[in-house]
T-cell receptor, first 110, second 115 residues
């Protein structure tokens, strides 16, 4: 399984766009990039998944460059309720196994 | 997606006792998983539970300590046996529900404290 590296923590003010970058230099050809969000006292929640270029949904955007060695989760206009730990995972399309790293603790400041 | 209910949400237990955690899903799923999340840490997979077969345990986890049942496609239990304070963690179940095999949906977890 490809290993991921992401910042341990980030701070942002309310209303700002937040970009969290994840490095996955050893990503395999059939690997997808998936992001989860975890609030205190809750299980991780699936946010977004992508393979290449850009994916957008109602929650976030995911940018993946052509070499796929990194990806950036973009959260538009964050609010206090976006304070959470964000996990970047890399896994094969046919693989059930997920490996969670340490994640990025995002703190949104009023 | 799937809605997953875990019971209990939290418990405080005495050393040497056992606790069974229940995981109920609102739809039939083939794959269910049990994770442990120690305080301030990331998630670690304990085992994979498929209906109709024995659970598959990850390195460092054994059936005698963490027996798992999977009687049908919507339910599973994880028992934490002969507990010690080191077992104090959050225990989470998850499922694959959808076409993507590598997307899992999680319950809210069971916060266990062992005295």
């Amino acid at each position: 399984l490809a290993k991921t590296t992401q910042p341990i923590s980030m701070d942002s003010y309310e209303g700002q766009e937040v970009n969290i970058t994840c490095s996955h230099n050893n990503i395999a050809t059939n690997d997808y990039i998936t992001w989860y969000q975890q609030f205190p006292s809750q299980g991780p929640r699936f946010i977004i998944q992508g393979y290449k270029t850009k994916v957008t949904n109602e929650v976030a955007s995911l940018f993946i460059p052509a070499d796929r060695k990194s990806s950036t989760l973009s959260l538009p206009r964050v609010s206090l309720s976006d304070t959470a730990v964000y996990y970047c995972l890399v896994s094969g399309a046919g693989s059930y196994q997920l490996t969670f790293g340490k994640g990025t603790k995002l703190s949104v400041i009023p | 997606s799937a809605v997953i209910s875990q019971k209990p949400s939290r418990d405080i237990c005495q050393r040497g006792t056992s606790l069974t955690i229940q995981c109920q899903v609102d739809s039939q799923v083939t794959m269910m998983f049990w994770y442990r999340q120690q305080p301030g840490q990331s998630l670690t997979l304990i085992a994979t539970a498929n209906q109709g077969s024995e659970a598959t345990y990850e390195s460092g986890f054994v059936i005698d300590k963490f027996p798992i049942s999977r009687p049908n496609l919507t339910f599973s239990t994880l028992t934490v046996s002969n507990m010690s304070p080191e077992d104090s963690s959050i225990y989470l179940c998850s499922v694959v529900a959808g076409q993507a095999k590598n997307i899992q949906y999680f319950g809210a977890g069971t916060r266990l404290s062992v005295l």
